[in-house]
């Protein structure tokens, strides 16, 4: 089944070479040049996946993906950023963005990213549907966690993909290259690269209520990495 993809940004040149590159791989492409029209199409339309320039008029991009949040939790969001603003793009991970590409950046890096994160969904793991730890139930279809009093948060696919493998593989610290490799579904890169792991992490363990200075759920293993907590249950 051909993929949607909606490419919200507002230079001419740029929204044309998405279009084309992303329609000679084989997606149907929704094109839109401002935040307002961009909004309406990514809390509506039927999509596979967004990719949204930060810089918009309008709406800009943190605006759309918070709505977006709100309502479409799991809609996979790739952000466009300026070179240099690592602060949006910090922000961008933080506020739930899959993925971010910098300009200027080829068609063949975004056709890459683009992929990763489809085959991921595509090849989510059935066998782990949902977990119990540390008194928190993590629901991995509905991309949900619980707590006791009924509370609950929502996941973004990136987050629950990075939280997945850590439980598949329990009692294991998994190092920074690892996950970009297995849930990045990238090689695993630089310093900048090992820092969008982090960044990822963090969010999660405010997500899940988890303090990095003493983590009950995603621990640190200095020198090595990430590990999960012991499971209540398998």
């Known amino acids: 089944m051909?993929?949607?993809?909606?490419?919200?940004?507002?230079?001419?040149?740029?929204?044309?070479?998405l279009t084309d590159a992303l329609q000679f791989a084989g997606y149907n492409v929704i094109a839109c040049a401002d935040g307002k029209e961009g909004m309406a199409m990514a809390l509506s339309a039927d999509l596979d996946l967004?990719?949204?320039d930060i810089m918009l008029p309008g709406h800009d991009g943190f605006e759309i993906l918070s709505e977006v949040r709100k309502t479409r939790p799991t809609l996979p969001i790739i952000l466009v950023t300026a070179r240099g603003a690592e602060h949006d793009r910090v922000h961008g991970l933080q506020s739930g963005a899959d993925d971010y590409v910098v300009k200027p950046f080829s068609s063949k890096e975004v056709l890459a990213r683009v992929g990763a994160v489809l085959r991921r969904s595509a090849e989510r793991p059935t066998d782990v549907v949902?977990?119990?730890?540390?008194?928190?139930?993590?629901?991995?279809?509905?991309?949900?966690?619980?707590?006791?009093?009924?509370?609950?948060?929502?996941?973004?696919?990136?987050?629950?993909?990075l939280l997945r493998y850590l439980?598949?593989?329990?009692?294991?610290?998994?190092?920074?290259?690892?996950?970009?490799?297995?849930?990045w579904g990238l090689p695993g890169g630089g310093a900048s690269s090992t820092r969008a792991v982090d960044?990822?992490?963090?969010?999660?363990?405010?997500?899940?209520?988890?303090?990095?200075?003493?983590?009950?759920?995603?621990?640190?293993?200095r020198g090595k990495g990430y590990m999960l907590a012991q499971p209540e249950t398998p």
Not at 2 to 17: C, F, N, Q
Not at 167 to 183: K, T
Not at 200 to 214: M, Q, T
């Open 130 to 161: 949902r977990v119990e730890v540390a008194g928190r139930s993590i629901d991995f279809e509905r991309r949900e966690v619980r707590w006791k009093d009924s509370s609950r948060v929502h996941l973004s696919e990136r987050e629950a993909d």
């Open 50 to 52: 967004v990719i949204l």
């Open 199 to 221: 960044m990822h992490i963090v969010n999660l363990r405010n997500k899940l209520d988890d303090p990095s200075d003493a983590p009950q759920v995603v621990l640190t293993v």
């Open 2 to 17: 051909t993929k949607t993809v909606l490419v919200v940004e507002d230079d001419p040149a740029i929204r044309r070479g």
């Open 167 to 183: 439980v598949q593989n329990p009692g294991r610290a998994i190092s920074r290259h690892e996950l970009l490799e297995r849930v």
